[in-house]
């Protein structure tokens, strides 16, 4: 067993961007969003994302930009803190330690240093008491305060923080909870509450979901759970106050937001629908139809020219004041559950899962960053609750990625299922997928899985289903362009549970609850079949490379199998664990690697992504992530990684490096060199990412001097020429060196050329391991003197 | 903000035969000219010369028509008794024909009266012909012979009797003046060579012949009796090459086509058949009536079809000429000038360029259902023309109804004219395998919304009565098929006794599939 400080989960991204409303900066340059433990800074023109403010150690619960000054915004979190930051440079101003977890801030112009956050009534926050605090801030030149300062403006209000207001400058603060508005005025120190009744007459539900204050008349629209609009007015005096209603949405409003000169209203709901109302004109409204999920929150930037929609589906839209969509900032889409499994699209090594409704979502890894939705579904989304809507619920990629495979289905709950299959082919023009057949009665009961064959030559699809059943479909039979039925098998009538093909598509695996069939796909005969002992199978994979004679399964009780497909021999091992991740090399019956509570939420899915470069990481317990990494995706979409030492070394150096070609100013000369220098680290990447070290100053030098001298007190460039000449040919040296290293390494990677995910890797001895660090560290500065020497 | 995605209307593949290009081929004619002959049409023959005149022989007279002509341009009347297998010699201007009474008689294309009358045989002649030489004629009749005439001197110059049985067909060699084929009633055929006098080579056709064919190769031979058309290879010593059973009744006519020597028959079940040169049938002509006789002029510019009830039905080839005639009575539309109308306009480089939003053109139905007009819709697209001619069209608007969960919505509060539409469209589709899934919901929201006033329409009652007929009927059909499946799955166990997996691959797929919707529909006939 290994010790776990080696290898350690990392939060990698892909969080939720839409938990608070967005704030847009006083320039209408920056979004803000709260994104897990960290505050991220996206380009309202670009869309890009720019840095993350990172800090907390918990989730990001509240932002809120300084009053007082408008490069700085507050951050509050559940780990009991409350940051200052500047946002555009990134940088921690100060850290106000509260002590309780915080659930959301507030402030206001006229509140100097002072901050209202909610806290939870109880130390238990899962108790729905929570209570509206004022914190003064005081005032130290240390990084560190403690505030404790607090005083309780109210307790038991709403836990949802849209349901708090500031009103007019600040007079007074108007917050909801249930059937109940209360407005707390800070002059008088006193509440007025108004309430509803819990229903009228026509059935509709009163309760409150949201609440905004306009920002130069003494009015408050709330929304509520039926989907109307209140707009409070003369509520200073107790009892005549009024109230008008409004109604457009069908369900509840999710988010009301005035825009900041007072003249429109935005509300948005369930539907996805932006809604303006006209202040003061009654009815008049505007509507931005069919923005994405439906809409969380709203807001306006402070000069009225941007609005911020976030969306329930990991979205930020943002929206122009004429009501035309400028900008859309995707997180990694957050559907209803991730019904296929983790994939990873060959061509562009993305992540593919279920994003939004009826689509396939391409995450590049790499980046982080949400690539395109894929229509797979291709039908109008009506938002509407209880909705028995199309979902994908299968997906599936050839091994060179030119074919996909999904299947949709509709009708889990009622009786009729309906389902179709449908196969996209890679358009290499477009750069996307496009729909190739839709099969709509594959099988006649419901599909559980499907696999490609991993030829390269022909390509076929496997479905299996729920009536017993195991198709096999093949592209252009009679040269036709689709894809057909080519066999139907099935074994004693029995349900099959999973499909796997062999390596080489020699074989396929087929598993009929506790039996699994072998099947050669070329003639279609039965070669073999395995009994499992007791426990259905769940999963069947197939080894690769050295190790494709395993056939591996996991069943119901707990149990991995491990066949030996040359010998029909079996092996096995039982194990169990909550949270735990066990990797196994498919030879050995113990754990090659073992980690107990990956993190606290539960996990999903993980799915093996293969590496750009293998690593060159030669301990034992870490070497199986040298040519792939494993990525969890947990409840709240987050993604976690695995990560070792070498390879956070190596991102740090990375990172810094960035930052200093970033400074170097672009002109012509650096647009050649940048050229040529890219090339230059190409080649020298795959060896080692020391190797390019020494060279660097040598190179630098000349070259930095160049691009830092102005234009017009450079020599003339018959003397610039010979420098460039000389540099280069010293960078060539360079580069021969770095060959003599790669040879070393080479031999290294021989050996871990096997060493991929599920396949046996030979163990170094100690005594090898050594002579290899041994051989890497040896100086090569000797060949250059070699190479000099030759005539 | 992404727009609006229209209804997805799915085209499934029809079944059945693909469009090949001899199929496009020959259904480029024209509906047919019927001209009213006087009897049964037995023979007709196209002039070999330029204007391609042919003559039609029925009842007692020969009638000469030209090309495009209605009107005979000649007729041969001066016959006391039946005409038979009139033709035309090499060169256009003799006419030959044998008659009921046993004389044949030769006449000029321009006269009035026979040239020559030979005289010889003692029953009626059905066949003659002219040999390629042109000066002899070979007939062959009911008394069993077969005689070659001197046309200058008018004798007999030989007389065979081979055949046991009445001769009624034949076929001079185009390439050697003294071969000829004669197919007769006593089932074979026999080829003869006028230097030996007798026969060279005998087939058996197995049926009474009623025509035979040369190749223009002469190297195949068509002979056409019963049911069969077999294909001889006369190369071979007159193997049998291929043998046809396409017609369900006598074939009694056979002819090839000038372009691509492609075989055509007719037959008494009133159809004329195409085949390929592999001898598939690439299209059919339906005529009303059984086929004596048939031929196809030069260029298949024309094909004639004689019957037996005397009409003689002509199909004149379709071309391009045609077309443009009736394209140019249409109104032009607009001129490429308007069309490209500042479309060709190439902006400077210091110009703004303004982008236009394209706009997004959706049906009728789809601007009513992006609006939640759930009824109109439905209205929409169950529109006469949209259900007759696009029902695919009208179900993918149900189906979005029902994914959308509003089907009920849209089926509710509808007046008996309406409703009879939605239930004559529920009449026609529902038994289609591609519709019936989403008709059958449609038939039990209806059910369950208009149970209470059912019985104040007689009209809409009377359509519910009809319904239940169809689908009872469907029922038992699809009971049906599911007990030959039964019995196929028998067969195929007891075949492949040990591979039981194997014969899944054999089973048709379509039987699989029909099976699948009995349950549904016999499940829901039980609920109506």
Known sequence: MVEESDVRVVRFGGSKINLRPPIISTDSRFVLCTSGDSVKVYSTRTEEWLHSLQGHTNQVTGIALNPANHLQVYSCSADGTVKLWDFIDGILIKTFIIGYPLFAIYVSEKHEGIVFLHIAMDTDSKKEGFQLVAVHLPKSAEQEVEAKELSAVSSHISPNPSCTAFGREGQYIAFARNLQLNVYFFRKQKTYSFSLKATDKKGAKNAFTCIACHPTDDCIATGHEDGKIRLWRNFIHKKEYTYSTQHWHHNAVNTLCFTPEGTNLLSGGIESVLVQWQYGTGNRKEFLPRLGGSILHVSASSDGQLFCTSHSDNKITVIESSFKVCGVIQGLVKGDAVLTDLMIDPRSKALVLNGKPGHLQFYSLLRDKHLYNLDIVQQEYIYEAGLDQFEVVKAAFDIKGYWLATVEERGQKSADLEFFLKLWSYDERTQSFVLNTTITAAHTDRIISMCFSSSEETTMLVTIAEDGQFKAWCQGVDDQNFWSCDFVGSYHNLKPTNCSFSADSSLLAVSFQEVITIWSPDTWELLTTLCQPPGVIRDLCFGRLSCSKYLISTTTRNLLCCWNLLTCAFLMDSFSGLYTVFVFKPNEPRPLFTHKNVCSEKIHRAVFVPREEPLNNCDESSQWLNRSQLYFLTQNMDLLTFSTATEEDRMLSSSTRLVIDDSVAVTPFYLLLGKHRQQQQKLNTPSHQAADRPQQPQGSVTITELLHTPAHVLPPASVLCSMFVSSLLISNTGEEDSEGEMEACDSQQELRVQGSVDEVTPKLSKAQERELKRVRKTDFSWMAGLIASKP | ?528
Not at chain 2, 269 to 285: A, E, G, L, P, T
């Open chain 2, 1 to 528: 903000m992404a727009s609006f995605k229209p209804t997805k209307v799915q085209f499934l593949p029809k079944l059945g035969e693909k469009v090949t290009e001899d199929t496009l081929y020959w259904k480029n004619y024209k509906s047919p000219v019927q001209i009213k002959e006087f009897g049964a049409v037995t023979k007709i023959d196209f002039s070999p010369l330029a204007p391609h005149n042919y003559a039609v022989t029925a009842s007692t007279r020969i009638h000469v028509y030209g090309l495009h002509s209605q009107e005979p341009i000649r007729s041969f009347t001066r016959f006391r008794d039946t005409a038979y297998g009139g033709s035309f010699r090499g060169d256009g201007k003799l006419l030959v024909a044998g008659s009921e009474e046993g004389l044949i008689r030769l006449f000029d294309i321009c006269g009035r009266v026979a040239l020559r009358q030979f005289t010889g045989h003692s029953k009626a002649v059905h066949v003659t012909s002219f040999l390629s030489d042109g000066f002899r004629v070979v007939s062959g009749s009911d008394d069993l012979t077969c005689r070659v005439w001197d046309v200058p001197s008018a004798v007999e110059l030989s007389s065979i009797t081979e055949h046991t049985d009445y001769i009624r067909a034949l076929a001079p060699s185009k390439l050697n003046p003294d071969l000829f084929v004669t197919g007769s009633y006593d089932h074979t055929v026999k080829v003869f060579d006028m230097r030996s006098g007798s026969s060279v080579m005998t087939m058996q056709h197995g049926h009474p012949v009623e025509c035979v064919l040369l190749y223009p190769s002469e190297a195949l031979l068509v002979s056409t009796g019963g049911r069969y058309v077999k294909i001889w290879d006369l190369l071979k010593g007159g193997q049998e090459l291929v043998s046809l059973k396409n017609h369900h009744k006598t074939v009694t006519c056979a002819c090839l086509s000038s372009v691509g020597n492609k075989l055509l028959t007719g037959s008494l079940d009133r159809h004329v058949k195409v085949y390929n040169s592999s001898y598939k049938v690439v299209h059919n002509f339906d005529c009303d009536a059984s086929i004596l006789s048939m031929a196809v002029a030069p260029d298949d510019e024309v094909v004639a079809v004689g019957m037996t009830n005397g009409v003689l039905s002509v199909r004149h080839r379709k071309h391009k000429k045609d077309k443009e005639t009736l394209t140019s009575r249409r109104r032009r539309g607009p001129s490429y000038r308007v069309f490209v109308k500042g479309k060709n306009f190439v902006p400077r480089q210091d110009d703004f360029l303004v982008s236009k939003p394209v706009k997004q053109y959706l049906r009728k139905y789809d601007k009513q259902l992006k609006s939640f007009e759930v009824s109109k819709a439905l209205d929409t697209a169950l529109q006469m023309w949209t259900r007759t001619s696009k029902p695919e069209v009208t179900v993918a608007v149900i189906i979005e109804l029902n994914r959308r969960g509003t089907l009920k919505n849209a089926l509710a509060g509808r007046n008996e004219e309406s409703l009879t539409k939605i239930l004559n469209f529920l009449l026609k589709h529902i038994f289609d395998p591609r519709f019936s899934r989403p008709l059958l919901t449609v038939g039990d929201i209806v059910l369950d919304l208009y149970r209470q006033v059912l019985h104040q329409s007689p009209v809409v009652e009377r359509q519910l009565q009809r319904l239940m007929e169809v689908l009872g009927r469907e029922a038992e059909l699809q009971q049906e098929l599911l007990q030959v499946l039964g019995i196929l799955d028998t067969l195929f166990a007891s075949l492949t006794p040990r591979k039981e997996v194997l014969w899944e691959e054999h089973c048709p797929m379509s039987l699989n599939n029909h099976c699948v919707s009995v349950s549904s529909v016999s499940a829901d006939v039980c609920r109506i």
